[in-house]
């Protein structure tokens, strides 16, 4: 990249050759109007907003997509781009039902700004009323097409950053509509309700179930956190009001999934339903009881005097928590450990990232379901298939990346996979729990030329890497401690020790069986870091007030350190 | 200097723009020392005088035949026309019915409305036949203002009125300039 010179409005610009004149004109500080551009996205250059005058070009250019040169002249403001763009709007305005006293994106609305901006206080051309569709076929949000004006902004996040293509444009002209796969009902469709369309959507036609009418942007309030649904931690921007979640957003910029989120980090937490634990519970006559925490500690602690303890941790809490149970139970002189499996290690390759998938020519699925569990890696690995990458799965049972896979092989026969990887350039192997021994020794010959991205089936696996919680199954003690947190527990699961203390924010069949049950908070009514796949530290924020009785688990870990010593 | 004649009239509305209007509160005061209200939806004199008015206020679009003879009269009357709030400008609320041809409309609306018995669909000479689609006061008669919102802010209301007091033709732009109930 080397600098280059313009002119913009008269002001001396310096810009990056590669920059289109959009974005040089934005890195000036001046703000061309754009409808159909998103920075996220690829440019498309159709909706003429961003028109400009450029000196010694005939006709007028449109910003987004004209490379900025060296000793251009531009102008961006002027009285003809003002009238085209006014043209534009109206045009727009009068293709399909833009009423905006019953729209639920009014005030935030990307095309309503602009025709405020272009002075636009009637339509002259006369619209054609025509009903279009509104498909209210997904959980979680709703296309109206009345209210689309085909930018595609959704077309491209679909195909460019979920890299799930369900999403086209289907007829012509007038006709052209958004559509998903050949033309079914969004809710049949491949759509994975990432939510990427909808929250690049300028206007009302994509519909945020919870969300709408909620509050407008001058109302709510929005706050960064760090996901906790999977070991991946992606970024959040958390929309709130009136003590009340409203929406869940992805963070452009942001390591390493680049707004990108999945249903479980955008929609699932603000469709909870398990029923909350809000106050301590002890049991008594058999029959688990309300009591003060005073009383509960004091069960507890009595609990854990001299008798053998086994903690077992669910890696869905914040390090702070962690640190402080590993601490409790080395205090205690107890056995201490994760309930979730780890994935194996292998002896061989290095370390990738996960932005590393994107970067591959060559990606090895090994024993993993990224595409259920950790998904925003299984959307790389299909935007690197999408670039031209390999993709191999080694798997002995169904898996969803095999759609979009070269080859799939069971771990028998792995060393296909290895010897088709051997030219690669860049080969990433994402593996997780189910990595069999004989598929690490077949990928062997690969040696350090393997990237690999171990992926955590818990949450917050990495946090209790760091301080020695290995993989544990529940054994016979005098004294189970649990901490649970948010996480579902499996019916399976079955612990044998004689007294249960299980520290937990929902009720389940865990709490059932406790003898003592302690209420914590969510991971978003408190603080405390998480450790990301990638080894980044991340906070977490509070967004919303646990209720009166929830205490966060490193508090009640101290006061039971405090009362043991 | 005399008063400004200014009339008023709604047509297919809510009455929500002349509430807004009323939001003007104690400025009201001030705005009848330079204007005389010559005829209004409230008053008893409902039409503009024959010999004309300075200015006319339109409210709610046009959906039957009367509402269309209500519109030529005012315009034929006034000096300067004023459509206000989103549906004298754009047709608004009511157009919904555009969607759908007027006959499924009257026997939706008269006939299998759920909480409707042996209804039926009213005729009478008296009644003003529907237009085929609501439109804005735009659509049928020259308009001079258009003043948006559902219904426009008082302040939006204020700033057109103060603006012609003043001998100016008002902008609408920046705050002012608003759809739907954004102003709030
Ligand atoms: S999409 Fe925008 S312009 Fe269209 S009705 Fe909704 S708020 Fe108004
Ligand atoms: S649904 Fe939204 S993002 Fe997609 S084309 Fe229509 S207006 Fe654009
Ligand atoms: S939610 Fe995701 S997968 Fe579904 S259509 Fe939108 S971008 Fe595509
Ligand atoms: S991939 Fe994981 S961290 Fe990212 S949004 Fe989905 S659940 Fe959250």
Redesign the pocket.
Same mark, same amino acid.
């Given at each position: 990249m080397s600098e280059i010179h313009l002119k913009i409005n008269g002001q001396e610009v310096t810009a990056q050759s590669g920059q289109t004149v959009l974005e040089a004109a934005k890195g000036a500080g001046v703000e061309i109007p754009v409808l159909c551009h998103h920075p996220a996205l690829s440019n498309w250059g159709a909706c003429r907003m961003c028109v400009v005058e450029v000196e010694g070009m005939r006709t007028l250019q449109t910003a987004c997509t004209l490379p900025a040169a060296d000793g251009m002249v531009i102008k961006t403001h002027t009285e003809q781009t003002f009238n085209i763009r006014k043209f534009v709007l109206e045009l727009l305005?009068s293709e399909r039902?833009? *009423?905006?006293m019953y729209?639920q994106?009014?005030g935030d609305?990307e095309?309503?700004a602009q025709?405020y901006n272009h002075g636009l206080d009637h339509w002259t051309y006369p619209r054609p009323y025509e009903k279009q569709e509104v498909d209210a076929t997904r959980k979680y949000f709703i296309m109206d097409h009345n209210?689309c004006i085909l930018c595609t902004r959704c077309v491209r996040a679909c195909t460019e950053i979920a890299a799930n293509h369900t999403l086209g444009l289907r007829n012509r002209g007038a006709e052209t509509m958004i559509s998903a796969d050949l033309n079914v009902p969004f809710g049949e469709s491949s759509c994975v309700e990432c939510g990427t369309c909808l929250q690049v959507c300028p206007?009302?036609?994509l519909i945020d179930a919870r969300s709408a009418y909620g509050g407008r942007e001058k109302d709510v309030t929005h706050t960064q956190t760090t996901c906790m649904q999977c070991s991946v931690g992606c970024d959040l921007d958390v929309v709130t009001r009136y003590k009340r979640l409203l929406r869940v957003d992805g963070v452009w910029d942001s390591e390493p999934s680049g707004g990108l989120l999945c249903v479980d980090g955008r929609f699932a937490p603000l469709y909870e339903t398990r029923k909350r634990v809000v106050k301590p519970l002890v049991r008594k006559d058999g029959k688990l009881t309300e009591a003060s925490w005073e009383e509960a500690l004091g069960l507890v602690a009595n609990a854990l005097k001299g008798d053998t303890c086994q903690g077992l941790a669910a890696c869905a809490t914040t390090n702070e928590a962690l640190a402080a149970f590993a601490g409790l139970m080395t205090q205690l002189g107890g056995q201490a450990g994760r309930l979730e499996p780890v994935a194996p290690t292998l002896g061989y390759g290095v370390p990738a990232k996960v932005t590393d998938v994107l970067a591959a020519d060559f990606i090895i699925v090994a024993g993993a379901q990224p595409l259920d569990y950790q998904r925003v890696v299984g959307y790389f690995i299909h935007r690197a298939a999408d670039q031209g990458a390999t993709v191999a799965v080694i798997s002995d049972s169904e898996n969803a990346l095999s759609k979009r896979a070269a080859l799939t092989v069971a771990s028998a026969q792995a060393g296909i996979v290895a010897k088709a990887a051997a030219d690669a350039r860049k080969i990433v192997l994402v593996y997780s729990v189910g990595l069999k021994p004989e598929v690490i020794a077949a990928l062997k010959p690969l040696g350090d030329k393997v990237s690999f991205l171990a992926l955590d089936p818990a949450r917050n696996g990495k946090g209790a890497e760091a301080v020695g919680l290995k993989p544990q199954s529940p054994v016979k003690t005098d004294v189970a401690y649990i901490l649970l947190g948010e996480q579902p527990v499996a019916d399976a699961l079955h612990v044998p020790a004689g007294f249960k203390v299980v520290q937990a924010a929902y009720h389940s069949t865990l709490t059932e069986q406790a003898d003592v049950v302690l209420p914590t908070p969510l991971w978003y009514e408190r603080t405390g870091h998480v450790t990301t796949l990638d080894g980044v530290i991340k906070p977490l924020q509070v967004l919303l007030p646990a209720p009166a009785d929830v205490r966060d688990e490193s508090v009640v870990l101290e006061q039971l350190a405090a009362l043991l010593r | 200097m005399g008063k400004i004649k200014v009339a008023t009239q709604w047509l297919e509305a809510c009455a929500g723009c002349h509430m807004s209007f009323l939001d003007i509160d104690e400025r009201i005061v001030e705005f009848f020392k330079h204007v005389e209200l010559t005829s209004s939806p409230i008053t008893d004199l409902k039409h503009p005088p024959e010999e004309g008015v300075d200015v006319g206020i339109l409210t709610g679009g046009i959906g039957n035949e009367d509402e269309l003879h209500e519109a030529q009269e005012m315009r034929e009357r006034a000096k300067l026309l004023i459509a206000m709030g989103d549906c004298a400008v754009f047709g608004g609320i009511c157009t919904m019915r555009n969607f759908f041809p007027t006959a499924e409309v009257l026997r939706r609306g008269y006939i299998e409305t759920e909480s409707t018995v042996d209804g039926q669909i009213p005729q009478h000479e008296d009644l003003a036949p529907l237009t085929d689609k609501v439109s804005g006061v735009g659509d049928v008669v020259p308009v001079d203002i258009y003043l948006p919102g559902c219904p426009p802010t008082a302040d939006a209301i204020w700033y057109v009125l103060t603006e012609l007091l003043e001998g100016r033709m008002p902008k609408l732009e920046g705050k002012v300039l608003k *759809?739907?109930m954004d102003g709030g």
């Open positions: 305005f039902n833009h *009423y905006c729209c994106m009014s609305c095309l309503q025709a209210r206007t009302g036609a | *759809y739907g």
